[in-house]
């Protein structure tokens, strides 16, 4: 290899270093980690949550008992290695369905809906259970996504059902961070 390979070579490092690096700072200064911060609570196996299906007063059958589970995924994507126990919990975790509403946002030419708005509303509470303080308690916590509706009725409820599983999927993130944070 030739000097000038060499100095090609060396640059093209240095900039990838220089790119690079930065870029992995600011992932660990937003608070993003690989792995849960060493002699933190929520990383310890012996930890229990109790998170049961959330009640539902909402028209969607099923969006208490989805959100909870997106929940559980969401707790152990993002390093919860304890146990989901009802008996010996450590935590309570409880959240109500208050409501999925949905708005259109958008016509057709025909004036017909083109795009809805879908908007889910949760009220959660996180409490320690052995000593009975109250860790976070937040109520009209909302997510919104939207999807396209159509003449097609399958076509508009296979869109509705997908936006209901994204706003869940929202909502997990959020709630799954903040109780990261707490515990």
Not at 71 to 94: C, H, K, M, P, S
Not at 127 to 153: C, H, P, V
Request: charged residues 30%; aromatic residues 8%.
């Amino acid at each position: 290899m030739t000097a000038a390979g060499r100095t090609d070579a060396t640059l093209r490092s240095a900039l990838a270093a220089c790119i690079l690096i930065p870029f992995l700072l600011s992932l660990h200064a937003c608070g993003y980690r690989l792995k849960p911060e060493t002699g933190s609570r929520f990383a310890d196996p012996a930890l229990r949550l109790d998170l049961r299906p959330f009640p539902n007063a909402s028209f969607v059958p099923d969006a208490g008992v989805f959100l909870a589970a997106r929940l559980r995924e969401e707790l152990r994507r993002v390093g919860f290695v304890g146990v989901f126990d009802r008996t010996r919990a450590d935590y309570l975790i409880e959240g109500k369905v208050r409501e999925i509403r949905e708005d259109v946002s958008s016509h057709g030419s025909d004036g017909l809906a083109l795009e809805h708005r879908l908007t889910l509303v949760v009220d959660i509470r996180i409490q320690e259970i052995t000593r009975g303080r109250l860790l976070w308690k937040e109520e009209g916590i909302s997510e919104t996504a939207s999807y396209f509706a159509g003449a097609d009725f399958q076509y508009t409820e296979s869109n509705r059902r997908a936006a209901i599983e994204e706003v869940c999927r929202r909502m997990a993130r959020r709630i799954g961070q903040t109780t990261r944070v707490l515990l």
